[in-house]
C-alpha cells in the first residue's frame, strides 16, 4: 500500500517542478517607449523616420526603442512640420502641442467704403485695387490699378459692383462668381474660373460673398458687409471686405 502511494505522489512532484521551471520571469521582460503627438489644427498625418504611421493627431505611438526619432506631421493646405523626439523605455514623450502653419498665403482687407461712380468727387473713390486694399477713384490718375468699382447711372436707378474694364477708359478685367453663403470665413474655395456661371458684375444689393478672379490671375473672396447712402445729398456707398489669395491661380480660402 505504501508503495502505491509514493507512486502516485511522485508523478504529481515531478509536475510542480516542470511548471516552475517554465515560468516568464517578469525581470528579463521588455519595456518600450512612447511618443504622444499633438497639433493645432488636428487630424494631421503622423510620419516616424520617413514612414507614415497611418496614425493622426492627436495619438500615441507605441513600443519604440530607446533612442531619437524624426516625427513629421502633414495636413493638407498646411506646411509639413518635422521635429526630433528623444523616447526612453518606460516613458512616453510629449512633444509640445504643433501649430501648423497654413500653406495657403491671403491677405484679408477692409471693410473698405466705396462710392457710386455717377456724381462723386475725387474724395469719394469708386474703384478698388484688390491687390492692396485701396480705394481710388475711376477719374484720378491711379485708376489704372482699379480692378472693381461701383457702378451707378445718371437716374440713379442702376447700381453693381462690375468690372474695371466697363469703365471707359480702364482695361483691367475681373469676372464674378457668386457664393452659397453670406460667412465670408466659412473657408470654401473658389471654383475654377472657367467652370460655372461667371460674371462681369454683381448687384450691389447681394448678400451673399463673391468669388473674383483678376487681370492678374489672382482670386479673391469679397463680401458687401454695409450699404447706405443714395438719397439727397449723399451718394450711394458700399463697405466691402475680402480674401486675397497672393498665389497665381490659387483658388484655396
Known sequence: MKKLI???IIPFAGMLITSCDTSEDPVTSNSKGNIFVTSNPAGAQIWLDGVNTAQVTPDTIKNLDDGVYSVTLKL????????????TSGQTSNPTNVVLVS???????????IYESFGTTAL???????????????????SVVIDIYYFSDASDTLFLIQSADLFTGLI???????????????EVDSPDRNVGAWT???????????????HDGHYS???????????PGEPAWVRVQWYYNNTVLDKRF
Open 124 to 142: 469719394q473713390p469708386s474703384g478698388l485695387d484688390l491687390s492692396n486694399g485701396n480705394a481710388w477713384g475711376v477719374n484720378s490718375d491711379s
Open 221 to 231: 473672396k469679397l463680401k458687401i458687409v454695409a450699404r447706405g447712402g443714395g438719397v
Open 76 to 87: 493638407m493646405d498646411y506646411n509639413d512640420a518635422t521635429f526630433s523626439v528623444s523616447v
Open 200 to 214: 462681369s458684375n454683381i448687384s450691389n444689393m447681394d448678400s451673399n460673398y463673391v468669388f473674383l478672379y483678376d
Open 103 to 113: 500653406e495657403i498665403t491671403t491677405i484679408l482687407f477692409g471693410p473698405v467704403k
Open 172 to 186: 483691367r478685367e475681373t469676372i464674378f462668381s457668386v457664393g452659397n453663403s453670406e460667412n465670408l470665413f466659412d
Open 6 to 8: 509514493l507512486l502516485i
